[in-house]
């Protein structure tokens, strides 16, 4: 990973950095306020989200192993985060910063569905598809994968495993 610091002092790779850039620039331009709120992450620091999920779930009263599995949904097992490859992102709504699914409904959000594939972005893990991504929908979570891809993922309205599969057949 050759990684690039940002203005607000999160890291990605270089390989996206032109690209982000220019999608925030144009969400801005277009009115809104995107904020990015996560993007590299060391292992150490997916390790740490892992081991916290698990946790909670476990006080919540669920067996370590139900824990684990049920983490796994909600938080990218150390080592399987898009943003360990620095080409993920988090975006949210300046004005609306919960990781949830009510971010759907923001103006920022909207138009990044609308828009990302322009800017080579995809949203990662879609509402329709949490059966095949097998992660919960994140309407937060954006991944660099190219414009050219972007454009044909978005089009044919699939996730990244399904193009993946289709396209390696």
């Known amino acids: 990973v050759d990684l ?4 607000n002092g999160l890291q990605i790779d270089r ?4 690209a982000l850039q220019e999608m925030m620039d144009a969400c801005r331009e277009a009115g809104y306020e995107p904020l990015i709120c996560s993007a590299y992450r060391t292992q150490e620091t997916q390790q740490d989200l892992f081991n916290n999920k698990v946790a909670k779930l476990e006080a919540e009263g669920k067996s370590h192993d139900e824990a684990v599995q049920e ?28 990781l949830d699914t009510n971010q759907e409904n923001t103006a920022v959000q909207k138009w990044l ?4 594939w322009r800017y080579g972005f995809i949203l990662r893990y879609p509402t329709d598809q ?8 994140e309407p937060w979570h954006y991944r660099y994968v190219g414009k050219e891809y972007a454009q044909d993922i ?13 396209w390696g057949k």
């Open 4 to 7: 690039v610091t940002l203005s």
């Open 71 to 98: 983490a796994g949904t909600v938080v990218a097992v150390p080592g399987t985060s898009e943003h360990q490859l620095g080409l993920a992102v988090d975006i949210v709504d300046v004005n609306y910063q919960l």
């Open 113 to 116: 569905l609308e828009n990302s």
């Open 130 to 137: 949490t059966d095949v991504t097998g992660i919960v929908y």
């Open 154 to 166: 978005y089009k044919k309205g699939l996730c990244l495993e399904q193009y993946l599969e289709q």
């Open 15 to 18: 390989r996206c950095y032109d």
